[in-house]
Protein backbone atom coordinates (compact mmCIF):
# COMPACT_ATOMS: atom_id res chain seq x y z
CA UNK A 1 0.00 0.00 0.00
CA UNK A 2 0.78 3.51 -0.93
CA UNK A 3 -0.12 6.98 0.77
CA UNK A 4 0.26 10.06 -0.83
CA UNK A 5 -0.19 13.50 1.26
CA UNK A 6 -0.58 16.99 -0.70
CA UNK A 7 0.54 20.03 0.90
CA UNK A 8 1.57 23.92 -0.16
CA UNK A 9 -1.69 25.77 -1.63
CA UNK A 10 -3.03 28.63 -0.85
CA UNK A 11 -4.41 31.75 -2.34
CA UNK A 12 -1.43 33.55 -4.80
CA UNK A 13 -2.17 36.40 -7.25
CA UNK A 14 -2.17 36.25 -11.33
CA UNK A 15 1.84 36.13 -12.17
CA UNK A 16 2.77 34.52 -8.73
CA UNK A 17 4.29 31.70 -7.74
CA UNK A 18 3.11 28.33 -5.55
CA UNK A 19 5.25 25.30 -4.86
CA UNK A 20 3.25 22.15 -4.21
CA UNK A 21 4.44 19.22 -1.90
CA UNK A 22 3.75 15.22 -2.59
CA UNK A 23 5.06 13.11 0.47
CA UNK A 24 4.44 9.31 -0.19
CA UNK A 25 4.98 6.74 2.55
CA UNK A 26 4.06 2.95 2.79
CA UNK A 27 5.48 0.85 0.24
CA UNK A 28 7.65 3.68 -1.73
CA UNK A 29 9.78 1.01 -3.31
CA UNK A 30 6.76 -0.24 -5.73
CA UNK A 31 5.99 3.40 -7.11
CA UNK A 32 7.03 3.95 -10.67
CA UNK A 33 5.22 7.20 -11.35
CA UNK A 34 3.72 10.10 -9.68
CA UNK A 35 1.60 12.84 -11.10
CA UNK A 36 -0.20 15.84 -10.32
CA UNK A 37 -3.53 16.47 -11.34
CA UNK A 38 -5.83 18.83 -10.89
CA UNK A 39 -9.73 19.71 -10.85
CA UNK A 40 -11.64 23.19 -11.74
CA UNK A 41 -15.45 23.81 -10.61
CA UNK A 42 -17.67 21.78 -13.17
CA UNK A 43 -14.28 20.35 -15.44
CA UNK A 44 -12.93 16.86 -15.54
CA UNK A 45 -9.78 15.88 -13.42
CA UNK A 46 -6.46 16.57 -15.18
CA UNK A 47 -3.21 15.36 -15.79
CA UNK A 48 -1.01 18.68 -14.91
CA UNK A 49 2.33 16.90 -14.44
CA UNK A 50 3.93 13.47 -14.19
CA UNK A 51 7.38 12.13 -13.57
CA UNK A 52 8.52 8.76 -13.51
CA UNK A 53 10.52 6.65 -11.59
CA UNK A 54 13.82 7.39 -13.55
CA UNK A 55 13.15 11.10 -14.46
CA UNK A 56 11.60 11.41 -17.56
CA UNK A 57 8.30 14.27 -17.45
CA UNK A 58 5.63 15.13 -19.14
CA UNK A 59 3.56 18.22 -19.25
CA UNK A 60 -0.20 19.29 -20.13
CA UNK A 61 0.50 21.96 -22.79
CA UNK A 62 -1.31 24.44 -20.74
CA UNK A 63 1.59 24.59 -17.90
CA UNK A 64 4.44 23.85 -20.38
CA UNK A 65 7.18 26.70 -19.58
CA UNK A 66 5.82 27.40 -16.52
CA UNK A 67 5.06 24.79 -14.04
CA UNK A 68 8.29 22.39 -12.99
CA UNK A 69 7.66 18.67 -11.37
CA UNK A 70 10.71 17.29 -9.69
CA UNK A 71 11.83 14.72 -6.69
CA UNK A 72 13.47 14.58 -4.01
CA UNK A 73 14.38 10.52 -3.60
CA UNK A 74 15.48 11.12 0.21
CA UNK A 75 12.32 12.32 1.31
CA UNK A 76 9.91 10.49 -0.84
CA UNK A 77 8.93 13.77 -1.96
CA UNK A 78 7.11 15.19 -5.43
CA UNK A 79 6.85 18.70 -5.88
CA UNK A 80 5.50 21.07 -8.66
CA UNK A 81 6.45 24.39 -9.01
CA UNK A 82 4.04 26.71 -10.60
CA UNK A 83 5.30 29.77 -12.42
CA UNK A 84 2.98 33.10 -13.55
CA UNK A 85 -0.04 31.58 -12.33
CA UNK A 86 -3.20 32.28 -13.99
CA UNK A 87 -6.74 32.49 -13.16
CA UNK A 88 -7.38 29.49 -15.17
CA UNK A 89 -4.86 27.84 -13.15
CA UNK A 90 -7.80 27.55 -10.08
CA UNK A 91 -8.68 24.21 -8.74
CA UNK A 92 -8.31 21.24 -6.40
CA UNK A 93 -4.38 19.92 -6.86
CA UNK A 94 -3.88 16.26 -6.32
CA UNK A 95 -1.19 14.04 -6.18
CA UNK A 96 -1.17 10.56 -7.96
CA UNK A 97 1.43 7.68 -7.14
CA UNK A 98 1.41 5.08 -9.63
CA UNK A 99 2.48 1.40 -8.37
CA UNK A 100 2.46 -2.26 -8.75
CA UNK A 101 2.07 -5.44 -6.69
CA UNK A 102 2.25 -8.77 -8.03
CA UNK A 103 1.95 -8.03 -11.44
CA UNK A 104 -1.04 -5.24 -11.20
CA UNK A 105 -1.29 -1.71 -11.29
CA UNK A 106 -2.54 0.64 -8.75
CA UNK A 107 -3.37 4.38 -8.44
CA UNK A 108 -3.24 6.02 -4.67
CA UNK A 109 -4.85 9.58 -4.34
CA UNK A 110 -4.01 12.38 -1.65
CA UNK A 111 -6.66 14.60 -0.49
CA UNK A 112 -6.19 17.57 -2.89
CA UNK A 113 -5.26 21.27 -1.67
CA UNK A 114 -6.42 24.43 -3.23
CA UNK A 115 -5.47 26.36 -5.25
CA UNK A 116 -7.32 29.74 -6.16
CA UNK A 117 -5.60 32.82 -8.53
CA UNK A 118 -7.05 35.83 -8.02
CA UNK A 119 -6.46 39.63 -7.50
Known amino acids: QVQVVESGGGLVQPGGSLRLSCAAS????????MGWYRQAPGKQRELVAG???????NYADSVKGRFTISRDNATNTVYLQMNSLKPEDTGVYYC?????????????WGQGTQVTVSS
Open 26 to 33: GSIFVINA
Open 51 to 57: ITSGGST
Open 96 to 108: KARWVMDGRTFGS
